[in-house]
């Protein structure tokens, strides 16, 4: 079972869409794929349809990381299995300061269903709290969305050190690719992204870049369907996406088809 958590800690990189949309393309191949959000501001969930008003915090991670519980049913979505947030879910965020044994708790609880699914893409929130830090802690590698512009670039640094810092926690933790995202094709942004290459192959693979889509993304969020489940379903964005997933599994070493 591999486990992804996909970080960063700067609002606005599509790292929420990235998770619902690779998440979907990999159902779609076969795999069976567990989407845990664990973002109190809920956007995956809502994305996908179901609504954080009416989620019942028994259904998400928070009984797991106040108590300790086991990870609750997962809802049945766009072929996805999904732990969902709510806003109360930032209660969390004070019961995970008592020492290192708490954060621990989404790791353990997703210990115990290693082998009921091939991947786990957990959204994590944007920050750099301690909710952010169980949920990355559960996972065995990274996905850094980033923003192929000044500020996708200057926040590397930080990303880089909490890597590190986590790394103390789970050793063998690793960055499986860097995705930038919101890409056009101004000079600046070229040249942004040029920089960002040299700069990252050194750490991790850096993938086929998203490019900049608003309609796209605004017709998937407003109908809370992935961009592959659209009808008509856009073909240049979803190739896209199909390029980065390939490149998602290919850094995984994982093939691109059946289940593993």
Known sequence: MKRIAFFQYAGGSSKTSTVRDVGYLLARRGRRVLLVDADPQASLTSWLGVDRYEVEEGRTLLPVAVGGASLPEPLRVHGLDLIPSTVAFAAAERHLLGGIGPVYRIREALNAVDGRYDFV????????????????????????????????????????????????????????????????????????????????????????????????????????????????????????????????????????????
Do not use: C
């Open 121 to 260: 893409l957990i959204d994590t929130p944007p920050s750099l709290g301690q909710i952010t830090t169980a949920a990355v802690i559960a996972a065995d590698s990274l996905v850094v969305p980033m923003l192929a512009h000044p500020k996708g670039a200057d926040g590397l640094p930080t990303v880089l050190d909490m890597v590190s810092d986590w790394r103390r926690a789970v050793p063998n933790l690793s960055i499986a690719m860097f995705i930038p995202t919101q890409v056009d094709d101004t000079k600046v942004q070229k040249r942004y992204l040029d920089a960002i290459r040299e700069q990252l192959t050194r750490v991790a693979p850096v993938s086929t870049p998203v490019r900049y889509r608003p309609a796209v993304h605004r017709t998937a969020t407003d109908v809370k369907a992935p961009i592959p489940a659209l009808s008509p379903a856009p073909k240049d964005a979803v190739a896209e996406l199909e390029v980065v997933t390939d490149e998602l599994l290919t850094a995984l070493e994982v093939s691109g088809g059946g289940q593993d």
